[in-house]
């Protein structure tokens, strides 16, 4: 069966840390990988996406992401995280069926 | 300029009543998708449009009814509602496609809440 899995329902960093948020994923064809953001009260945002090539993909502010085939995974990343940084991040799978998988979001959390 | 936008923002239902969530699309996009938030959850669907006079089902249909009447246009409505709709709505728009054609726009969400 198709899924996405974020296992970190919450994470919490230092202003200034590194972030890596984890996103597993369960697909037999060639998965078509998303992160959105979720700033609080706004809509959803595109931060970056994945469909081939190189498997580190950047995206905006900073964020990047790395897909593994061999571990099924799409983990985002940013080398030093501001306070504006705090929202809630989704890992999406695009499927077959040109539907989009949700992963249950992590919310990130950046401490002064 | 927003490419999708929803109406209302916020609405308060009483249950048993019917509430029609409206969603406008400027990007010309043949498909419209309405989702539901819940905390713990992703987003899931609800229903689908392929274009004009089409409606799918989507995960979570049960209590909800979709009519596309436009390109542009994707309306949600739930006939009765109940408490357990009460929830955020999120409308988007796609191509619905492979690699750049994936990719769906959201619009800034309804809030609705049945009491």
């Known amino acids: 069966a198709q899924s996405v899995t974020q296992p970190d329902a919450r994470v919490t960093v230092s202003e200034g840390a590194s972030l890596q948020l984890r996103c597993k994923y369960s697909?037999?064809?060639?998965?078509?990988l998303f992160w959105y953001v979720q700033y609080p009260r706004q809509g959803l945002q595109l931060l970056l996406k994945?469909?081939?090539?190189d498997p580190v993909v950047q995206g905006v502010n900073g964020f990047e992401a790395e897909f593994s085939k061999s571990n099924s995974s799409f983990h985002l990343r940013k080398a030093s995280v501001h306070w504006s940084d705090s929202a809630v991040y989704f890992c999406?799978?695009?499927?077959?069926?040109?539907?989009?998988?949700w992963g249950s979001g992590t919310k990130l959390i950046i401490k002064p | 300029e927003a490419a999708v936008t929803q109406s209302p923002r916020n609405k308060v239902a009483v249950t048993g009543g019917k509430v029609t969530l409206s969603c406008n699309q400027t990007?010309?996009?043949?498909?419209m998708y309405w989702y539901r938030q819940d905390t713990g959850h992703g987003l899931r669907l609800i229903h689908y449009?392929?274009?004009?006079?089409?409606?799918e089902k989507g995960d979570i249909p049960d209590g909800y009814k979709a009519s596309r009447p436009s390109q542009e246009n994707f309306s949600l409505i739930l006939e009765l509602a109940t408490p357990s709709q009460t929830s955020v709505y999120f409308c988007?728009?796609?191509?619905?496609?492979?690699?750049?054609?994936?990719?769906?726009?959201f619009g800034p969400g309804t809030r609705l809440t049945v009491l």
């Open positions: 449009s392929y274009g004009a006079g089409s409606t």
């Open positions: 988007a728009s796609g191509d619905g496609g492979l690699g750049d054609y994936a990719e769906q726009f």
């Open positions: 697909y037999s064809g060639t998965p078509y």
């Open positions: 994945y469909y081939s090539g």
């Open positions: 990007n010309n996009h043949n498909n």
């Open positions: 999406v799978l695009s499927d077959s069926n040109y539907q989009l998988i």
